[in-house]
């Protein structure tokens, strides 16, 4: 469990670099060696080398998610406890998070305390008796998140994106204009 720190190595893999920095220099405040990672191949080559106590891993990324990370760390460092982190929170993908090996699942936007916590906080994985707090998602959070989604893999490229969306260009900038759910 994470007490405080004693030079712990801590891996961070985001692809935002901002998000990235910041968490590492948080990281260190606390007494961890942070080290940080941009995408998979960057991270599997650290983790080669060193195994990190602790890893936070990103969702989606460029290139290969944080859920195919999760599983190649669980093989190649068993011992790292890793947390899942991800701006797009729904029970799908912590479960899936879960599966593939992460000790716990924290939504974007999170602080380092959340972030450490979930570190210490173990998930019920099995009691059944335990009520699952869930807020299932609407209609249209999930169509903003989808829109988003599509939006970033298209490079921000309105035009483009409404055009794998199926829908106007008009349409999607309306949808854009409003504020999320």
């Not at 335990?130 to 999930?142: D, G, N, R, S, W």
């Amino acid at each position: 469990m994470i007490q405080d720190g004693l030079r712990e190595l801590f891996l961070i893999v985001d692809d935002d670099e901002m998000l990235r920095s910041r968490l590492a220099r948080a990281i260190q405040s606390r007494g961890f060696r942070a080290v940080v990672a941009s995408d998979y191949d960057e991270a599997v080559q650290f983790i080669h080398h060193e195994k990190p106590q602790y890893a936070l891993v990103d969702l989606n990324m460029t290139g290969r998610s944080g859920l195919e990370l999760l599983e190649t760390i669980t093989q190649i460092s068993p011992s790292t406890r890793c947390v899942m982190l991800t701006g797009y929170g729904s029970i799908t993908t912590a479960v899936e998070a879960m599966r593939a090996g992460a000790w716990n699942y924290v939504t974007k936007p999170a602080d380092t305390d959340q972030i450490l916590s979930a570190f210490n906080t173990v998930p019920d994985r099995g009691n059944r008796s335990v009520e699952i707090q869930y807020k299932p998602q609407t209609l249209a959070e999930t169509e903003w998140e989808h829109i988003q989604r599509v939006l970033a893999d298209c490079g921000e490229n309105i035009s483009e994106a409404a055009r794998q969306l199926g829908i106007p260009r008009r349409t999607l900038q309306r949808k854009l204009k409003k504020r999320a759910p």
